[in-house]
């Protein structure tokens, strides 16, 4: 992790499950940080606000819920956002809160995906936000075991909750995700080491020995995207983290990363992030820098 990024101590004592904090405000002014533990943040009133999430950005809406993974660098700045009376809850609760054990029960799978899949950033739908928001601004004055009980509900019913989807890219927050399938991890080892090559299906469906279509059809199940995608995510993941992390050209970013053709980078990039190389590693410095 970079050590202009702050490394946040949170308020979470081990002897507790979780912590919230409620706070009404008229802006954002907390750095990018990160931490361990993991962080669950409903914000309302804050439209034209920018999200940073990992590689992410965006504008938020006037209602958002986020669960962010540990490590997982993250900041809401104030950018566009007009309102003075912005409501945001922030959720913080350990990474073994739930024992590995106890996740992997039938009844908890729902939430062993969902915070798996957290180590990239996700993000709720509004009809979701807007269904859980008195719960969210119930839960401080709860206390002892009802809390408890009421968070992993709240937990529950996001992990099964429709269009969410995720943010940063795998790469960016050194995700490990677990597919449980040694071929899948194989797959995934040889895209690492080999992203700025030439990778193809092929090479890679040998590798795990399996045929081109079958291979093609098992890791779209497996991963819910297919291998183009993945591997193209894979890229700009590290073209993410080398216009933040190096003084590198956009030429010279896209090069390393196995794009052969600077034009069709940008574009790609733009699809995917909403901007194009040069914006993103602007907006992502601006206004974040902090040495410790």
Not at 47 to 67: F, M, P, Y
């Amino acid at each position: 992790m970079r050590k202009d990024i702050l490394r946040e101590i949170t308020p979470l004592t081990s002897s507790d499950c979780f912590t919230i904090f409620t706070r009404v405000k008229s802006e954002f002014d907390f750095p990018l940080h990160y931490h361990e533990e993991f962080e669950l943040n409903f914000i309302s009133n804050a439209k034209g606000a920018r999200r940073v999430i990992g590689d992410h950005i965006a504008e938020i809406d006037d209602l958002e819920l986020v669960l962010v993974g540990p490590n997982l660098p993250h900041v809401w700045q104030t950018h566009k956002s007009k309102n003075k009376k912005i409501t945001e809850v922030t959720i913080q609760f350990h990474k073994d809160l739930f024992d590995e054990k106890l996740l992997r029960r039938n009844q908890l799978s729902y939430i062993r995906t969902m915070l798996e899949r957290s180590v990239k950033g996700i993000l709720f739908s509004r009809q979701t936000a807007e269904q859980l928001m008195p719960r969210f601004l119930a839960l401080g004055q709860k206390q002892g075991f009802d809390s408890v009980l009421e968070l992993v509900s709240i937990l529950h019913d996001l992990s099964v909750s429709r269009n969410m989807h995720t943010l940063s890219d795998a790469t960016f927050s050194n995700a490990e995700l677990s597919y449980n399938s040694r071929r899948i991890e194989q797959a995934f080892e040889y895209m690492n080491q080999n992203f700025h090559k030439n990778v193809t299906l092929t090479e890679v469906s040998k590798l795990v020995s399996m045929t081109d279509v079958s291979f093609s059809r098992f890791f779209k199940t497996r991963t819910g995207i297919t291998f183009i995608d993945s591997l193209l995510e894979l890229r700009l993941g590290h073209a993410s983290r080398l216009l933040i992390d190096t003084t590198q050209s956009v030429a010279e970013v896209a090069y390393n990363c196995g794009f052969n053709n600077i034009s069709n980078f940008n574009r790609l990039f733009k699809k995917k992030k909403g901007c194009t190389p040069k914006e993103f590693r602007e907006s992502y410095s601006y206004g974040n820098r902090i040495f410790i």
